[in-house]
């Protein structure tokens, strides 16, 4: 509405007033200025009209028989409520406490006898706009409540979905700790944990940037990508990809994801690591000591385009008891009066000093209060130990068809040459194939276990040529994989066949699977004569292998690895 | 009609206010004036009669009385404040102001209605 409008429009006015003669002038006055006027000759029917009415401005007389002006501004202001309806008292009073009285009655100004028209309009004008200030005011204030119980609301149903989604994880599984707000979701705070179909751990610890509904809308697809692509088997690296392609797509500029994956193996003890952005995590060994630092080495997610991403690893051996830890800035950016950061090594003291490992979070947390004297909200930390793998039990995968129509008589051959190695991870597809076989599901763990193994064994050893041997300590550990990386990118021939043959046996069948290289094969019986501790960290595969399906030879000097699965009729 | 009764320019500003309610405008402050005084005269207590002055100083001031509207305003002091000698005295001038105002007021009358 323009200005214009708004001082035309017109008020509904109440004049109380005891004087007739008065009250005339007045009622004409104010009528003659465009309001409705209502008159009453005393309070009583002032207010009565009032309630009735409910006039927008009320001109009162102070003194008036029946009811005075001042307990019927008591009234009308009561009645009123919230909206300011203004009160102008009509008075030649002159004395100081008669004025004080009017406005402790709740009198928003005065007008003195004899009456001026001109005065008056300008009054009432002015009282109008207070009016209607007040009641913008009002309206806003219902309107921000409004806007926040609907946020609050949109919360809360955002929350229950990706809780529905967070929950499909392994945050409960028996060796994992952690501590994080209910509503760290919408402090852009993420943690996802689930087991692999060959039984490994992946588990995100993720940042997003900003606060409340933007920094949690990015959690969904993430988490989605994160516990799909986990599920089908698909390694940390395609995962990695898959992520921040998705996140740099659906994001807005500025807007990323600080992210620490982590994939476990409890089977082959070793953790795979990708830290892009986050503090560094830390790997504590079983008796206390110098924590490892799992160090950001990557921008974080949604930052790069998908050909300028960096999906490389770090992988290390674990031992059984060694724990990974690993916290959001909410911890290391957390500031004391002097604005003084907590910071890195003041958690390590803290993490040195742990000799119980079930009290490490409480003294994480009592050292930051001790910092600074109050907790914050936006801290989590995360815990998991290494254990023997059988101490695990992933839950079995649920299948959603009927197993009618499996196909039990088949065989197939893939060649995977140079450039595919390079970037493709041909597993998660040939294990889905798989897994159409009713009869191989109650072994499907194994089944990927194995499948892995000798895939990166054919990778690794035979076409890249790397020498397991390298890995019998830390140090060989690291280099192995940093030689593995080089030698992959500057992959130029080389090839891996895999052939899969299903065929039925008696009332059940056999899976037959065959992997093949173009390396240089190795000596097998060697290998295989091998003591289990004189294997350590390199030979574990093998025995692994051998282990987990029903029989396992090699051949062609060790370049072709051949491995049974067999299962009986179902019941 | 003499200017230290009724101040001529009120009566014309409030002429051109209420145009053609101006002649009830005129009867009505008579009417109410009446009722005025009796109150003044009536009074049982300091309360009603200072109530009394201050209304009918409120009225005569809106109506140009001037010189009514002051010694309402003496007489409202005068109850509220004291001393209370002369009040009797105060009261009869009113009387004969108001006296002097009406007969004014009410030629004010003929000279609109023969307009």
Known sequence: ?571 | MSDSHIDREVLSDLQEVMEDGYLQLLETFLEDSEKRLSQLHEAKSADELAHAAHSFKGSSSNMGAVALAELCRQLEDRVNQGPLQGIEDLINQIDREYSAVRALYRAECQRVSSE
Request: aromatic content about 6%.
């Open chain 1, 1 to 571: 509405m323009s200005q214009f409008a708004h001082d035309l429009e017109a008020l509904t006015v109440l004049i109380a007033e005891d004087g007739a003669a008065d009250r005339l002038l007045l009622a004409t006055i104010v009528r003659k200025q465009g309001h409705q006027v209502l008159t009453a000759e005393n309070g009583e029917q002032a207010v009565a009209l009032f309630a009735q009415q409910r006039p927008s401005l009320v001109l009162l007389d102070a003194l008036m028989p029946v009811m005075d002006g001042f307990e019927a501004a008591r009234q009308i202001k009561a009645l009123a409520g919230e909206a300011l309806v203004p009160i102008i008292f009509l008075t030649s009073l002159s004395e100081e406490h008669a004025l004080v009285r009017c406005l402790e009655a709740g009198g928003d100004d005065f007008l003195a006898k004899p009456y001026s028209p001109v005065i008056l309009a300008a009054k009432i004008k002015a009282m109008d706009r207070l009016r209607r200030l007040q009641a913008t005011v009002l309206e806003q204030r219902d309107q921000i409540a409004r806007h926040h119980n609907h946020l609050l609301n949109e919360q809360r149903v955002a929350k229950a979905v990706f809780d529905q989604v967070a929950h499909a994880g392994c945050l409960s599984a028996s060796n994992i700790r952690y501590l994080q707000s209910p509503y760290a979701l919408f402090n852009g705070d993420l943690l996802l944990a689930a087991f692999t179909p060959a039984g490994d751990m992946h588990v995100l610890l993720g940042d997003f940037t900003g606060h409340g509904l933007p920094a949690a809308v990015g959690a969904m697809p993430l988490a989605e990508v994160f516990y799909g692509m986990t599920a089908k088997g698909y390694g940390l690296a395609e995962t990695l990809r898959e992520m921040n392609a998705k996140l740099k797509r659906i994001l807005p500029v500025g807007m990323f994801c600080c992210a620490l994956l982590l994939n476990l193996s409890f089977q082959r003890r070793v953790v795979e690591v990708w830290n892009g952005g986050m503090p560094d995590g830390y790997l504590l060994p079983a008796g206390g000591g110098e924590p490892l630092p799992l160090i950001s080495r990557h921008l974080p997610l949604g930052v790069l385009a998908p050909e300028r991403f960096n999906d490389t690893t770090e992988v290390l051996p674990l031992a059984l008891g060694e724990r990974l830890f690993l916290l959001s800035d909410g911890v290391v950016d957390t500031s004391d009066e002097h604005d003084q950061l907590f910071g890195v090594e003041r958690l390590r003291r803290v993490l040195s000093a742990n000799r119980q490992p079930a009290l490490l979070f409480e003294e994480v947390l009592q050292a930051l209060e001790q910092f600074r004297g109050r907790s914050r909200d936006d801290v989590s930390l995360l815990d998991i130990e290494v254990v023997e793998p059988q101490v695990l039990s992933p839950p079995p995968v649920i299948y959603s068809d009927s197993g009618q129509s499996s196909p039990l008589d088949w065989s197939l051959q893939f060649e995977f040459r140079a450039e595919t190695l390079k970037r493709f991870n041909p597993l998660p597809y040939l294990l889905q194939l798989l897994q159409e076989i009713h009869g191989l599901r109650a072994q499907g763990g194994a089944l990927h276990s194995v499948l892995t193994e000798l895939y990166s064994n054919a990778l690794e050893h035979g076409v890249l040529g790397l020498d397991s041997a390298l890995k019998r300590d830390a140090q060989g550990f690291a280099a192995y994989y940093q030689v593995r990386n080089e030698r992959l990118q500057a992959l130029c021939d080389g090839f891996i066949r895999v052939s899969l043959r299903v065929e039925p046996d008696r009332q059940g069948g056999r899976l037959i699977i065959e992997v093949e290289d173009s390396g240089q094969g190795f000596n097998v019986s060697k290998v295989l004569a091998r003591s289990v501790s004189e294997q350590g960290l390199c030979g574990r595969g093998l025995n692994l292998v051998r282990r987990l399906s029903r029989r396992a030879e090699w051949a062609d000097e060790g370049r072709r690895a051949c491995v049974e699965f067999a299962w009986e009729a179902l019941a």
